[in-house]
């Protein structure tokens, strides 16, 4: 990390704690309001992004309020606090992170609210959020049994991945997914548009350095934030198995229409025909803006 970002988030842990100690002292911070100086989710309003994610799970992901859901660094709760006014007693929600005040802070202000809610820590390293850990994303596999889950979400996770991580999580993902089941994640997407829109100086992020076939904002840090090229995306979710892969245009490189900040990837695990035997894979598609599909471009 560079000296000027270092001093951005060294000022930025200042101003937090203070409004943190001010919000105590009102008591203006509700309950299910995480602390400011804990949000090191990204920027954007917490409560909106997370009841957005749930409407996408819902319409793309087929959540159900009995879903057995799995939250791939789940941060500090910004998608379970609002699922827990959607699934039921019969719902099942896991969710885990590598960051340990974040789960610390879950599981006591979130987990005792729903009994079927689980905080679970990753003991696992990256550059861009816990650089001291030893053990790599790139092999750590997930502490649950296979085909656990209806319902996999990986929000602003994969953006921050490297490719060997990148593809063993989605292995994994494919893994954990009942027959049936969906996941629903998000990525910087490199495709024809967003490298034009990315050429043409409209990106709300800029991605300057290549990191092999993948763009960086920093190649000193490349998790900070890192984009994929679509077919390789695309390759990774049919090497894990996954089919129907859509994917949903997000804001970041300048689109004047979306679906989200970040480009939205959405896959499901073969369901068994009556036979037992794995339908055939589907194939890849693309969804327009106006919400219709076509094949994937290789």
Known sequence: M?????????????????????????????????????????????????REFVGHLQTLA????????????????????PLLDVLSARGRYD?????????????????????????????????????????????????????????????????????????NYVREIGRVLTPGGHCLTTWFVRNAQSEALLEAGRSAIAFTAAHGECLVTDPAVPEAAIAYPQATIMAMHEGAGLDAVTLHPGAWCGRSRFTSGQDIVVASRPAADPSGVPRAVAGSQIARDNGTTVDVAR
């Open 95 to 167: 969710g885990f992170d590598i960051v340990p005040r974040a789960i610390r802070w879950c599981r006591s202000a979130i987990a005792p609210r729903h009994p079927g809610f689980t905080f679970t820590l990753a003991d696992l390293g990256n550059g861009a959020y816990r650089r001291r850990a030893p053990r790599s994303a790139a092999t750590y596999r997930f502490p649950y049994p296979d085909a656990s889950f209806d319902v996999v979400v990986a929000m602003s996770l994969f953006t921050h991945l490297l490719p060997d991580e990148a593809r």
């Open 62 to 81: 087929r959540l159900t309020p009995d879903a057995r859901v799995l939250d791939v660094g789940c941060g500090i709760g910004r998608l379970a606090i």
């Open 2 to 50: 560079t000296l000027p970002a270092l001093a951005r988030r060294k000022l930025r842990g200042t101003r937090d704690l203070v409004l943190d100690t001010w919000d105590s002292i009102t008591g203006r911070r509700a309950p299910l309001v995480p602390p400011r100086r804990l949000r090191f989710v990204g920027d954007g309003d917490f409560g909106a992004i997370g």
